[in-house]
T-cell receptor, first 114, second 111 residues
Framework: AQKITQTQPGMFVQEKEAVTLDCTYD???????LFWYKQPSSGEMIFLIY??????QNATEGRYSLNFQKARKSANLVISASQLGDSAMYFC???????????FGAGTTVTVRA | SQTIHQWPATLVQPVGSPLSLECTVE??????LYWYRQAAGRGLQLLFY??????ISSEVPQNLSASRPQDRQFILSSKKLLLSDSGFYLC??????????FGPGTRLTVL
């Protein structure tokens, strides 16, 4: 069964606007972690933000914030004030206990327009 | 600070040839190490992970193997490559659950 679902294969956003990337997950674990990674055309995977299942506050890292809705099992990424350099593929991932394997979604391509 | 290296960056190999991809991590001890493969335009598939020297767990049956001869070295190998082995191979490390950090990747084309 698919553990991470990203329903938006591609999105366009205007420069300086905010964009929300959807991610839903499926787990029966009580302890898990949710991650977002950015993959530009160079191929490197850049860690953006992390949300633990027991974290009460939504995670934020600069222009990135994670809208964590535990009951709905969603962990959407919000990028505020989009920049041209934000154009990339974005992956949502989940770590389930007890090991530290990550399951990845299929990704969302974001294209920022000037 | 921690860094992770992978080489080679790109590789073109004929079908049936052997493979050896290397990954090393600096600046940390006893990391968990991972090999992922990414097909073009797709998400990442976990191939192997290791929690210590000589300890390898395989996630999918395939003609690839992994070894961890030293604490911060992780090697992905194959005796005979298949066309389906083409892809982008990423090594990653983590120490604890909060983050997994990836190397620059190796783009493998099997012809």
């Amino acid at each position: 069964a698919q553990k991470i679902t990203q329903t938006q294969p591609g999105m366009f956003v205007q420069e300086k606007e905010a964009v929300t990337l959807d991610c839903t997950y499926d787990t029966s674990d009580q302890s898990y972690g949710l991650f977002w990674y950015k993959q530009p055309s160079s191929g490197e995977m850049i860690f953006l933000i992390y949300q633990g299942s027991y974290d009460e506050q939504n995670a934020t890292e600069g222009r990135y914030s994670l809208n964590f809705q535990k009951a709905r099992k969603s962990a959407n990424l919000v990028i505020s004030a989009s920049q041209l350099g934000d154009s990339a593929m974005y992956f949502c991932a989940m770590r389930e206990s007890p090991d530290y394997k990550l399951s990845f979604g299929a990704g969302t391509t974001v294209t920022v327009r000037a | 600070s921690q860094t992770i290296h992978q080489w080679p960056a790109t590789l073109v190999q004929p079908v049936g040839s052997p493979l050896s991809l290397e990954c090393t991590v600096e600046g940390t001890s006893n990391p968990n190490l991972y090999w992922y493969r990414q097909a073009a335009g797709r998400g990442l598939q976990l191939l192997f992970y290791s929690v210590g020297i000589g300890q390898i767990s395989s996630e999918v049956p395939q003609n690839l193997s992994a070894s961890r001869p030293q604490d911060r070295q992780f090697i992905l190998s194959s005796k005979k490559l298949l066309l389906s082995d083409s892809g982008f191979y990423l090594c990653a490390w983590s120490a604890g659950g909060r983050g997994k950090f990836f190397g620059p990747g190796t783009r493998l084309t099997v012809l």
